[in-house]
C-alpha cells in the first residue's frame, strides 16, 4: 500500500510538473509571436532576466532548468531533433561566454538610447533580440546538445556565476566509481567527476537539473 502511494505521488508530481513545463512553453512561444504584434509585452523578458538572478542567490542556476521558458522548449522540442553531438570546447570557453555577455549588454544599451524612451520601440528591439537567439539556440540545439545555447547565454552566465555555490549537488569521492554516466548524461555537460575530491559540484554550468544524480549507480550524488 506504502508503494502504491509513492507511486501515485511521483505520478502527480511528473503530471504537475509537464503541466508547468508546457506553460511556460506557451508563454515563451506566446511573447515570440504576439510581440511581434504588440512589443510591450517582449517587456516580459526582464521578469526572467530577474528572476534567474535573485534564484541564484538562493538555488545557482535553477531557474534555467525549472522555470526559463526557452530552456524548456529545447528540452521538450528541439532535444527531439538534436544530433546530440559534445559541445565543442569554444563554445564552453569562458572566452565564448564574455563574448556573448558583452553582446548582449551593447545590444540592450544600444536599443535603449534608439528607442528614445519609447516602451513601444525599446520592446520591438528586446522581440526581435529575443528571435534571433532563439534561432542561433535552435541550429546549436539541433547540432549539437539542445542546451548548447544554455552554455551560453548572458542570463544564464550571471546566475551562474552569482550562485556557483548555491543548492550545489553534493558527490561523496568514497562511493564514487568514475564511471562517468554523470559527465555523459549531463545536459550541459559538465564534468561531474571532476569535483569529487572536493565534494561539491560548483559549476557556472550546472542548472541543477539532477540527471547526474538520477543516473548514478552508486548514489554518490546528492542535493546539498
Known amino acids: 500500500?506504502?508503494?502504491?502511494?509513492?507511486?501515485?505521488?511521483?505520478r502527480l508530481n511528473l503530471d504537475k510538473s509537464r503541466i508547468e513545463r508546457m506553460f511556460l512553453?506557451?508563454?515563451?512561444?506566446?511573447?515570440?509571436?504576439?510581440?511581434?504584434?504588440?512589443?510591450k509585452i517582449g517587456l516580459f523578458a526582464?521578469?526572467?532576466?530577474?528572476?534567474?538572478?535573485?534564484?541564484s542567490f538562493y538555488k545557482g542556476r535553477y531557474w534555467c532548468y525549472r522555470f526559463c521558458p526557452r530552456g524548456?522548449?529545447?528540452?521538450?522540442?528541439?532535444?527531439?531533433?538534436?544530433?546530440?553531438k559534445n559541445i565543442p570546447a569554444v563554445l564552453k570557453s569562458k572566452v565564448a561566454k564574455a563574448f556573448m555577455l558583452t553582446f548582449f549588454v551593447v545590444m540592450m544599451s544600444a536599443n535603449a538610447i534608439l528607442s528614445g524612451g519609447d516602451l513601444e520601440r525599446f520592446g520591438k528591439g528586446v522581440v526581435m533580440l529575443l528571435w534571433v537567439t532563439t534561432l542561433i539556440a535552435i541550429i546549436l540545439g539541433i547540432l549539437f546538445r539542445a542546451r548548447t545555447w544554455c552554455v551560453l547565454c548572458p542570463m544564464g552566465t550571471v546566475s551562474g556565476v552569482v550562485g556557483k555555490?548555491?543548492?550545489v549537488l553534493k558527490?561523496?569521492?568514497?562511493?564514487?566509481?568514475?564511471?562517468?554516466?554523470?559527465?555523459?548524461?549531463?545536459p550541459m555537460e559538465v564534468e561531474v567527476c571532476y569535483f569529487k575530491e572536493n565534494?561539491?559540484?560548483?559549476?557556472?554550468?550546472?542548472?541543477?537539473?539532477?540527471?547526474?544524480?538520477?543516473?548514478?549507480?552508486?548514489?554518490?550524488?546528492?542535493?546539498?
Do not use: H, W
Open 72 to 84: 524548456v522548449f529545447l528540452d521538450e522540442f528541439v532535444a527531439k531533433a538534436s544530433f546530440n
Open 46 to 55: 526582464f521578469v526572467c532576466m530577474t528572476g534567474s538572478v535573485l534564484l
Open 165 to 167: 555555490k548555491r543548492g
Open 199 to 224: 565534494g561539491n559540484i560548483e559549476s557556472v554550468n550546472c542548472i541543477k537539473c539532477e540527471s547526474c544524480r538520477l543516473v548514478c549507480p552508486k548514489n554518490a550524488i546528492e542535493m546539498a
Open 25 to 39: 512553453f506557451f508563454v515563451f512561444f506566446g511573447v515570440l509571436v504576439v510581440g511581434l504584434f504588440y512589443p
Open 171 to 186: 558527490i561523496d569521492a568514497q562511493k564514487c566509481i568514475s564511471c562517468k554516466l554523470c559527465n555523459k548524461n549531463c
Open 1 to 10: 500500500m506504502e508503494i502504491l502511494k509513492r507511486k501515485n505521488k511521483k
